[in-house]
C-alpha cells in the first residue's frame, strides 16, 4: 500500500496546520512522529518540528502547555492517530537548527495528577457497584480543584456488589486501575476517537488487520506484509485455576472464590486456551491468593476469574513491525496469516505504537504487541 499510494501527514495544533510562522500541511517541517497506545494507560504522542527558517525562529514560542493537538496519518487516505494536550516543550537549539518537540497526552491523563483518599458506600447496605464508582470517577475528573476536566467513561457493571469501595491515598488513575484489575474491566483511552472519553470495558477486539508473512492476497487496505515478527508462547505463568480466600465478618466463616479454564473466556486465537494445554502435562498448578480483602463468595470468584483471565493473557505474545496503518489501535483484533499450525491466528492488540521519520526509506510503520490466551493444540 504504501508502494502504491502517497503517504499524508496532517498535525493540527489548536485545530490548525499552522504552527506560528510555518504551514505544515503535507509534512512539511515535521521530522518526527511517535503516538504510543496502550490497553492499560492513556495514550501518549510526540512530535518534533523544525521551528526555524532560514535561521529565523519561526514557531518557537507557537507551543503552549495544554494547547490541543491532532495527528493524523496514512497512505492514501490518512485518518486520526491520536488527539491530546501538550504537556512537554523541549527546543533543542544548535548552531545553524532550531528543533522543537511537543508531547503530550490524551486528557485522561489529568486522572493521574494529585492523590486522594475518600469511600464510597456506608459499609452496611451492599449497593456499591464497581462500575458505577468509577463511572464517577471519572466524570468527577477536577472537581476537587474546583473545575472539571469534561471526561466521561463507558463502563461495565460488575457481577457483585460492595458495601464499601476505598480509595486510599491514590491518584484517580491508580485507583481505578486497582478497581478494573479485580472486576474483568479494561482501560482503553482511544484517543483516536475522543480525547476525553475512556472505556472502561473489556476491550470489544474488532478485526481490522491481516498481516502476511509474505505477499498478501486482495485489497491492500486489509492486508499488511510483516517486517519483522518474533512470537513467544510461554507456560510460565499459566495456571489450572486461582482461588482467592478470605473471611466472612459477619457469619464468622471462610470465604473462598474459585476460576478454572471455564471461566477464561472470550478465547481468543481459536482452539483450547494455555490454561487447558499446560494443565494437560504438567498437572493442577493452583495460585491461592490470601491478601484481597473480599465480601463473599461472589465477589472472591470475580475476582479470581480476573485474575485467571489476564495471566492467561501470557500464553502467546509477538511483537511485529508492519508498514504503517493508522486503523491499528489498542484494544483492536489482527489476524497473523501464514506463520505456521501455533502462531497464526487472531491476536489482540494490547499496545501499538505508530512512528514517522522524515526521509527514511520507509517513513511511517506501525509496532504492535499482541496477545492471546487460546492456540490449535
Given at each position: 500500500m504504501?508502494?502504491?499510494?502517497?503517504?499524508?501527514?496532517?498535525?493540527?495544533?489548536?485545530?490548525?496546520?499552522?504552527?506560528?510562522?510555518?504551514e505544515?500541511?503535507?509534512?512539511?517541517?515535521?521530522?518526527?512522529?511517535?503516538?504510543?497506545?496502550?490497553?492499560?494507560?492513556?495514550?501518549?504522542?510526540?512530535?518534533?518540528?523544525?521551528?526555524?527558517?532560514?535561521?529565523?525562529?519561526?514557531?518557537?514560542?507557537?507551543?503552549?502547555?495544554?494547547?490541543?493537538?491532532?495527528?493524523?496519518?496514512?497512505?492514501?487516505?490518512?485518518?486520526?492517530?491520536?488527539k491530546?494536550?501538550?504537556?512537554?516543550?523541549?527546543?533543542?537549539?544548535?548552531?545553524?537548527?532550531?528543533?522543537?518537540t511537543?508531547?503530550?497526552?490524551?486528557?485522561?491523563?489529568?486522572?493521574?495528577?494529585?492523590?486522594?483518599?475518600?469511600?464510597?458506600?456506608?459499609?452496611?447496605?451492599?449497593?456499591?457497584?464497581?462500575?458505577?464508582?468509577?463511572?464517577?470517577?471519572?466524570?468527577?475528573?477536577?472537581?476537587?480543584?474546583?473545575?472539571?476536566?469534561?471526561?466521561?467513561?463507558?463502563?461495565?457493571?460488575?457481577?457483585?456488589?460492595?458495601?464499601?469501595?476505598?480509595?486510599?491515598?491514590?491518584?484517580?488513575?491508580?485507583?481505578?486501575?486497582?478497581?478494573?484489575?479485580?472486576?474483568?474491566?479494561?482501560?482503553?483511552?482511544?484517543?483516536?476517537?475522543?480525547?476525553?472519553?475512556?472505556?472502561?470495558?473489556?476491550?470489544?477486539?474488532?478485526m481490522?488487520?491481516?498481516?502476511?508473512?509474505?505477499?498478501?492476497?486482495?485489497?491492500?487496505?486489509?492486508?499488511?506484509?510483516?517486517?519483522?515478527?518474533?512470537?513467544?508462547?510461554?507456560?510460565?505463568?499459566?495456571?489450572?485455576?486461582?482461588?482467592?480466600h478470605?473471611?466472612?465478618?459477619?457469619?464468622?466463616?471462610?470465604?473462598?472464590?474459585?476460576?478454572?479454564?471455564?471461566?477464561?473466556?472470550?478465547?481468543?486465537?481459536?482452539?483450547?486456551?494455555?490454561?487447558?494445554?499446560?494443565?494437560?502435562?504438567?498437572?493442577?498448578r493452583?495460585?491461592?491468593?490470601?491478601?484481597?480483602?473480599?465480601?463473599?463468595?461472589?465477589?472472591?470468584?470475580?475476582?479470581?476469574?480476573?485474575i485467571?483471565?489476564?495471566?492467561?493473557?501470557?500464553?502467546?505474545?509477538?511483537?511485529?513491525?508492519i508498514?504503517?496503518?493508522?486503523?491499528?489501535?489498542?484494544?483492536?483484533?489482527?489476524?497473523?496469516?501464514?506463520?505456521?499450525?501455533?502462531?497464526?491466528?487472531?491476536?489482540?492488540?494490547?499496545?501499538?505504537?505508530?512512528?514517522?521519520?522524515?526521509?527514511?526509506?520507509?517513513?511511517?510503520?506501525?509496532?504492535?504487541?499482541?496477545?492471546?490466551?487460546?492456540?490449535?493444540?
Amino acid at each position: 500500500m504504501g508502494e502504491q499510494a502517497e503517504l499524508q501527514i496532517e498535525v493540527k495544533v489548536a485545530g490548525a496546520t499552522k504552527i506560528g510562522g510555518l504551514e505544515s500541511k503535507h509534512g512539511r517541517y515535521i521530522q518526527r512522529i511517535q503516538v504510543d497506545q496502550r490497553l492499560d494507560s492513556p495514550d501518549f504522542f510526540s512530535v518534533q518540528l523544525q521551528a526555524s527558517e532560514f535561521n529565523e525562529m519561526k514557531a518557537l514560542d507557537a507551543i503552549k502547555p495544554g494547547t490541543e493537538v491532532e495527528i493524523a496519518l496514512g497512505y492514501g487516505t490518512k485518518e486520526t492517530v491520536a488527539k491530546g494536550e501538550v504537556s512537554y516543550v523541549e527546543p533543542h537549539f544548535s548552531a545553524s537548527k532550531l528543533h522543537l518537540t511537543f508531547s503530550g497526552y490524551d486528557f485522561t491523563h489529568r486522572l493521574t495528577r494529585g492523590t486522594g483518599s475518600r469511600t464510597f458506600g456506608d459499609g452496611h447496605k451492599t449497593d456499591q457497584n464497581p462500575g458505577t464508582v468509577l463511572g464517577s470517577v471519572v466524570s468527577d475528573s477536577g472537581k476537587l480543584g474546583g473545575g472539571s476536566d469534561g471526561l466521561s467513561a463507558e463502563t461495565k457493571n460488575a457481577t457483585s456488589k460492595l458495601e464499601y469501595i476505598a480509595q486510599y491515598n491514590l491518584n484517580d488513575y491508580q485507583f481505578i486501575q486497582q478497581v478494573v484489575g479485580s472486576f474483568g474491566m479494561g482501560w482503553d483511552a482511544q484517543s483516536h476517537k475522543d480525547p476525553k472519553k475512556v472505556s472502561l470495558k473489556p476491550a470489544s477486539g474488532e478485526m481490522v488487520l491481516t498481516v502476511y508473512r509474505d505477499k498478501p492476497p486482495g485489497k491492500p487496505s486489509e492486508h499488511a506484509v510483516a517486517v519483522s515478527a518474533d512470537f513467544r508462547m510461554s507456560t510460565v505463568r499459566q495456571c489450572s485455576k486461582v482461588e482467592v480466600h478470605g473471611w466472612h465478618m459477619t457469619d464468622k466463616k471462610p470465604i473462598k472464590g474459585v476460576a478454572t479454564k471455564a471461566e477464561v473466556t472470550p478465547l481468543i486465537g481459536g482452539g483450547k486456551s494455555g490454561v487447558e494445554q499446560t494443565s494437560a502435562f504438567q498437572g493442577g498448578r493452583v495460585l491461592s491468593i490470601v491478601d484481597l480483602p473480599v465480601l463473599d463468595d461472589g465477589e472472591a470468584k470475580e475476582v479470581a476469574a480476573s485474575i485467571l483471565n489476564k495471566l492467561a493473557m501470557d500464553w502467546m505474545t509477538a511483537d511485529v513491525v508492519i508498514e504503517g496503518r493508522p486503523k491499528i489501535h489498542a484494544g483492536c483484533k489482527v489476524k497473523m496469516e501464514d506463520f505456521g499450525k501455533w502462531f497464526s491466528g487472531e491476536y489482540i492488540v494490547e499496545s501499538c505504537q505508530h512512528v514517522y521519520i522524515a526521509g527514511a526509506p520507509k517513513p511511517y510503520r506501525s509496532y504492535l504487541k499482541l496477545a492471546r490466551n487460546a492456540s490449535p493444540s
